[in-house]
């Protein structure tokens, strides 16, 4: 077999999967979302991928009562270093939901996402492209803190994920933007650096996702305040076209 012949053989091996993969309506990581895309976004995708679990947290009607059904997890070992449950804070009616990768020490000891020095930046970012931190959603894939701020166990976001699977199912969102290289590859199941997560917007279980710095990156380089800015004002300008403004 010849070379051109490998890659044509190659090529149709992944047709035959990507066509399988639609037909059990399964969402295709790391697609771009094409100029024609649609404008209104429901939650089946991620209802479907749920309908895997039978746990309580799953009959949850509204945010407040699933943070009370999970707030008290301990399915890994970060339920027990944890000072508080981080769950997430914002408009629940938010069209625009803003992803860290795990809470910091000043959200482990208050209990809110992006309260330290990168949530300040992050509200000054916000109000920069036009927003409040009260108008979007933020929150987290881990709802605990990882000892010493390191990286998230993929034991560990397995078993927070679905959490945050069932925040974006009751909040709907319209666009979802991930904070940081770790939350964009962790939600697309990838392993890019920052610079080409950025390049594109993905189609996240039907919702536009962005990909971008997280605020404490700027903290330790100010040089990519600019970089940010650029990246949510594309998000916002998506955004808005989206909406009709």
Known sequence: MNEQNEIDEVLSKVESFLLFQKELEVPIYLEKISDE????????????QLSVFD????KANDLIKLDALINSCQKCSLGKSR?????????????????????GADEDAQGEPFVGRAGKLLNELLREIGLEREEVYICNILKCRPPGNRDPLPEEVEK????LLKQFSLLKP????ALGR???????????TLSNLRRE??????IPLFVTFHPAAILRNPNWKSNILDD???MKNYYDELVGY
């Open 37 to 48: 895309a649609q404008t209104k976004f429901d939650s089946s995708f991620i209802d479907k």
């Open 55 to 58: 746990e309580p947290f799953l």
């Open 83 to 103: 000072i508080k449950f981080v769950f997430g804070v914002g408009d629940r009616d938010a069209d625009i939901v803003m992803v860290g990768e795990a809470p």
């Open 160 to 163: 927070c994920e679905p959490y």
């Open 174 to 177: 319209k666009i979802i933007v």
């Open 182 to 192: 770790i939350a964009g590859n962790t939600l697309l199941k990838s392993r890019e």
């Open 201 to 206: 917007v993905y189609n996240y279980y039907g």
């Open 232 to 234: 949510l004002k594309k």
